[in-house]
């Protein structure tokens, strides 16, 4: 594999020194065109190179990585031949992927009460998300009952979120690390509301914009939305490359940067202290806004849960980081809590905005939200021991049925994003929900459509015994072929 590094493409091209610098240095080995050929390939699949990107000329590369001239013309032929670039007379050579390789239809919108072809109960497994811990729905109902009479006898138009949920979310900032006063959360409609109401107030169409990559599927959704430009920095197997974060960022001068460093979705890598100051420091030198998406940062299952990446910085050092979270990871989906924590000036416009849209919260799923807030401390443990057991169940499944694949172990988060080999990862997607899976593509996860066609993001959020039955489905799928139905148009979903 290469170094981890993606490289600056806004002219889409390729320098032959960019691209040695992403080669491994076994690049070289026998016989060398096809390594070479290997290497690229990969590099076009994990989104290092972005597609319809320039490829250097053949005697350009050649001289980068100390190879002939014909080690790079047997290695542009062999991609050629295999789809992976294309090239015409005069305009130069061009990544791109394979015919029936890049993404076809989106598999259902539906859940987990989707159906297979024969009439079977379906396996949702592009959610990556658990339902409610038992019992903890009912509790928090229960003590939140005898304040909604009171509650109820005001209009119920809380902008900012109920007081007592407020000072409760800045006090859970505070014991983690990163002092905070009420007036400066914001309360949402969970964590997504709270993505797009930053990205609204801070962005305007055609501003320039740096995510992770892959990264968060939803958020990118968000920002083509808004018409964004997007910039990526690659998350790789190894986790993130920061002279090439910091790279970007410089070259770029991005208005806003998206970052989940804490069990990343979908890589599940964790982001070192260093790296973090690091990014900390790049952001504020470019005048960069900061976005910190925490929704996972609790699911720590091999290591202690990170502070906030905000309370590393001095004293003054974070004003340009904006810190989202909710509770649908750690408790449930249903519940519809998110929070903005950033200045009190920044929190008060996100406010004014967020009127213009909706209003305000749920008041009683807020009141529902208080007790789950102040019990986590508590309840946790046993949500976490939990996903140890399903993380150990999917990976004994993958291991039975398909151990031509492969992983890392994340240590926190709540999936696997996997290797499949090959790049078909849309077109299995779209077998197994024929045979009632409903997967998460890798392609979904690309700042680049069509990249990460090699990857799946399996969830460890169900039963061991459902995630069982789901693995299997995907090997056959994958093994025999599950006829491919008939491409659709339908929205992409994943969470």
């Keep these: 594999m290469a170094n981890g590094r993606v490289v600056q493409t806004a002219d889409r091209t390729i320098g032959s020194r960019q691209l040695a610098a992403l080669l491994p240095a076994d690049v070289l080995a026998r016989p060398g065109y096809r390594s070479l050929a290997e290497a690229v390939r990969t590099l076009i699949l994990d989104g290092r190179i972005a597609l319809h990107v320039r490829l250097p000329a053949e005697r350009e590369l050649a001289e980068a990585v100390g190879a002939s001239r014909a080690t790079v013309t047997g290695a542009y032929d062999l991609l050629r031949e295999s789809g992976y670039v294309r090239s015409r007379r005069g305009s130069g050579t061009w990544t791109e992927l394979p015919e029936g390789h890049r993404p076809v239809g989106a598999h259902a919108l539906v859940g987990a009460g989707g159906y297979s072809a024969d009439g079977e109960p379906g396996i949702d497994l592009a959610i990556a998300a658990m339902g409610a811990p038992d019992g903890a729905l009912a509790d928090a109902l229960a003590r939140a009952a005898p ?19 407020r000072t409760a979310v800045a006090d859970r900032f505070t014991r983690r690390g990163l002092p905070t006063r009420p007036e400066q959360i914001l309360v949402t409609s969970g964590a997504q509301q709270a993505f797009t109401l930053v990205v609204s107030l801070l962005c305007r169409a055609g501003d320039r914009v740096v995510t992770e990559n892959p990264t968060y599927a939803n958020a990118l959704d968000a920002l083509r939305h808004a018409r964004l430009r997007t910039g990526s920095i690659a998350v790789s197997d190894t986790g993130w490359d920061m002279e090439i974060a910091e790279s970007t960022l410089r070259q770029t001068v991005p208005r806003l940067a998206y970052t989940i460093p804490d069990f990343h979705n979908p890589t599940g890598a964790l982001m070192p202290e260093e790296q973090r100051l690091r990014l900390l420091a790049a952001t504020r030198r470019t005048g960069t806004w900061l976005v910190v998406d925490e929704t996972i940062a609790d699911i720590a299952l091999d290591v202690p849960a990170p502070p906030p990446l905000a309370s590393l910085a001095p004293r003054g050092g974070a004003d340009h980081v904006v810190t989202i979270g909710s509770l649908s990871k750690t408790h449930w989906g ?8 950033a200045t009190a000036k920044m929190v008060t416009e996100l406010t004014a905005l967020r009127v213009s849209a909706d209003m305000t919260g749920s008041v009683l799923d807020q009141l529902v939200a208080l007790p789950l807030l102040d019990g986590m401390d508590r309840t946790l443990p046993a949500r976490l021991d939990q996903l140890r057991e399903r993380r150990t169940a999917l ?14 172990i994340p240590p926190g988060g709540l999936s696997l994003w996997v290797d499949l080999g090959e790049p078909v990862s849309s077109a299995l997607a779209e077998r197994a929900a024929a ?23 399996i969830p460890y959020t169900l039963p061991a015994d459902r995630l069982d039955e789901g693995v299997r489905r995907l090997a056959a799928a994958f093994h025999e072929g599950v006829p491919l139905p008939p491409s659709v148009d339908r929205p992409h979903w994943v969470a």
Excluded: K
Excluded at 147 to 165: C, E, N, Q, T, V
Excluded at 334 to 341: D, K, N, P
Excluded at 448 to 453: I, K, V, W
């Design 147 to 165: 304040r909604l009479p009171d509650a109820a006898r005001s209009p119920g138009y809380h902008p900012f979120g109920l007081p007592d949920l």
């Design 334 to 341: 249903g519940l519809r809590v998110g929070w903005i924590r």
């Design 395 to 408: 990976v004994d499944a993958l291991q039975r049925h398909t151990p031509e694949w492969s992983w890392r």
């Design 435 to 457: 045979a009632g899976v409903h997967i998460g593509r890798g392609a979904r996860f690309g700042v680049d459509p069509g990249t990460f066609e090699h990857r799946l993001r």
